[in-house]
């Protein structure tokens, strides 16, 4: 079954940057094609997650508001992967982000909202 692995996430001190990856990984059949992929986070306490970014493939990007200018996303469609850049993190982004695929479709089947694992951003003041 397709699965998306993160990495990336860390400690940090508030001003400055962290890269989070995710990558779509199929171990017996080829990955075709994905649609839209996001990063979303889910702050302590917090009972939804936050949609932060979204690309779609052809690579139109959308920001919640509280990041544009210091986070962009991109993707690489060759490697089935995406990528969050983060910079002058701030104490309020702490959070668990999650790697999100509106679809996968592989040579054998399709799968709808996929999610990874989430990996762990903390900003120091």
């Known amino acids: 079954q397709v699965q998306l692995v993160e990495s990336g996430g860390g400690l940090v001190q508030a001003g400055g940057s962290l890269r989070l990856s995710c990558a779509a990984s199929e171990s017996i059949v080829s990955i075709l094609s994905i649609d839209n992929m996001d990063w979303y986070r889910q702050a302590p306490g917090a009972k939804k997650r936050e949609l932060v970014a979204?690309?779609?493939?052809?690579?139109?990007?959308n920001y919640v508001d509280s990041v544009k200018g210091r986070f962009t996303i991109s993707r690489d469609n060759t490697k089935n992967a995406v990528y969050l850049q983060m910079n002058n993190l701030r104490p309020e982004d702490t959070a668990s982000y999650y790697c999100?695929?509106?679809?996968?479709?592989?040579?054998?089947?399709?799968?709808?909202?996929?999610w990874g694992q989430g990996t762990q951003v903390s900003v120091s003041s």
């Open positions: 979204s690309i779609t493939p052809g690579g139109t990007e």
């Open positions: 999100h695929a509106d679809r996968i479709i592989t040579a054998a089947y399709g799968v709808h909202d996929v």
